[in-house]
């Protein structure tokens, strides 16, 4: 089955930047829908972005909307989160999942996830 | 689109039935997914669409639902049910998930 291994989580100050990284082992990354979903200590799931295979359609949730911004590499099998304007509440474990094939924006494989901090 | 799940804690024992509501602010006609969290691990996709159990999902998992009002029941809680429960909805962006159900051992 396919891996997902994501990157780039770290400690960071309030309106400081961070890139996620998600490279995905599998054959299909190409013509896979991916999303961000995150996860803050204790809390419950937040969808975060959307980006579809080619890459030219994305969506956000309204919380990150101007601040986050998803892009993807199918050359080189990875997804990116580029986050700036960052705030004590984005603070969470960030997932980056593969949407279920062929279907519907349902969350089918998940990365283990990196963890980002923000506190000065 | 809001995601209201109940109640927030469900205390059972093993071999009794499990009822877990997901209320949406609007309709999401039939758009409506659920999923299960142990602790440590990612979500599993148990139900999509509100009624089909994704693969390898066991027969005990059942959902049902249509427009705000949504039901994920298992029927006969196995040990290894005992988990935080979520659904999300994909009737219109954003996505969103509600706020979780967790299945305790009574």
């Known amino acids: 089955e396919a891996q997902l291994v994501e990157f780039g989580g770290g400690l960071v100050q309030p309106g400081g930047s961070l890139r996620l990284s998600c490279e995905d082992s599998?054959?299909?990354?190409?013509?896979?829908?991916m999303n961000w979903v995150r996860q803050a200590p204790g809390k419950g799931l937040e969808w975060v972005s959307y980006i579809n295979p080619g890459g030219s359609v994305t969506y956000y949730a309204d919380f990150v909307k101007g601040r986050f911004t998803i892009s993807r590499d199918n050359a080189k099998n990875s997804l990116y989160l580029q986050m700036s304007s960052l705030r004590a509440e984005d603070t969470a474990v960030y997932y980056c999942v593969r949407e279920v094939p062929r279907c519907c924006h349902y969350m089918d494989v998940w990365g283990k996830g990196t963890t980002v901090t923000v506190s000065s | 689109i809001v995601l209201t799940q109940s109640p927030g804690t469900l205390s059972l024992s093993p071999g009794e039935r499990a009822t877990l509501s997901c209320r949406a602010s609007?309709?999401?006609?039939?758009?409506l997914a659920w999923y299960q969290q142990k602790p440590g691990q990612t979500p599993r996709l148990l139900i999509y669409d509100a009624s089909n159990r994704a693969t390898g999902i066991p027969a005990r998992f059942s959902g049902s639902g249509s427009g705000t009002d949504f039901t994920l029941t298992i029927s006969s809680l196995e040990p290894e049910d005992f988990a935080v429960y979520y659904c999300?909805?994909?009737?219109?962006?954003?996505?969103?998930f509600g706020g979780g159900t967790r299945v305790e051992i009574k």
């Open positions: 999300q909805q994909r009737g219109a962006w954003p996505l969103t």
């Open positions: 599998g054959f299909t990354f190409g013509s896979s829908s």
């Open positions: 609007q309709s999401v006609s039939s758009y």
